[in-house]
């Protein structure tokens, strides 16, 4: 079993921050592969549920990002599980904006959360380190981290989040190869088979009936997902 972790701040004044991407997989997730409703435990609220056979936990602290360790540790504790069972989600200001990378120990490199993490599991857990851009300079961080989304962010937002839920059964197996994978998928997908079929005959493709289009814009998309 695994416990997936995301990152963030409790409540509706954060939601939408960067700080938060974190929270935002998590709910992707479990929305996607029909996780039951988030119940409050460990310091935070948690749903659990299977990827077909594979069992997880999907774990938000609500101690506030600076206190995370209270409520993973807490969890790992009861789950009876080791550090290596522990997969955590979490903003990345060294990583340019949708950019992910999976990564399994090392430090927190100032991360207030991994910070808190580490002092009580130690360093060897799984991350998903959710590229969201640096402001420029340290000073500017906390201010920038605890900002929302800009609506210009909203396409590769999703694009991200929905790569992170279908990579989500391989977080359940601890294939963080698997998982970059299918993030990669979403991110960058393949030319499909129809695009080169109608370069060579156009005609074909013109004939094949298209799905009803969707008007919505892609934040509101994107906000429709966590209404």
């Known amino acids: 079993m695994k416990l997936i972790v995301g990152l963030g701040n409790p409540g509706a004044k954060y939601a939408r921050n960067r700080h938060n991407i974190g929270f935002m997989a998590l709910d ?23 990827f077909g056979s594979d069992r997880a936990v999907l774990l938000k602290p609500e101690t506030y ?22 997969i955590v989600l979490h903003d990345e200001i060294d990583l340019a904006p949708g950019k992910v990378k999976w990564k399994v120990g090392g430090g927190h490199a100032g991360h207030n959360g991994l910070r808190s993490i ?32 800009p609506k210009a962010d909203a ?32 991110l960058s997908p393949p030319r499909s088979g129809n695009a080169e079929k109608s370069k060579a005959n156009p005609k074909a493709s013109a004939e094949e009936p298209s799905a009803e289009p969707d008007s919505r814009s892609t934040l509101q998309k994107l906000l429709d997902r966590f209404s």
């Open 28 to 50: 992707m997730i479990a929305s996607d592969h029909g996780f039951p409703a988030w119940k409050s435990k460990h310091q935070g609220v948690v749903s659990e549920g299977r």
């Open 65 to 86: 990002m600076n206190k995370s360790g209270d409520s993973v540790g807490a969890a790992m504790r009861f789950y009876k599980l080791e550090p290596e069972d522990i």
């Open 118 to 149: 580490h002092a009580h599991i130690g360093a060897d857990y799984a991350r998903v380190r959710l590229g969201v851009g640096h402001p420029g300079h340290k000073d500017a961080v906390p201010g920038y981290v605890l900002r929302d989304f």
């Open 155 to 186: 396409e590769w937002l999703d694009d991200v989040l929905r790569g992170c839920s279908d990579g989500a059964p391989h977080l359940a197996k601890g294939d963080g190869s698997k998982f970059m994978n299918a993030v990669g998928m979403r």
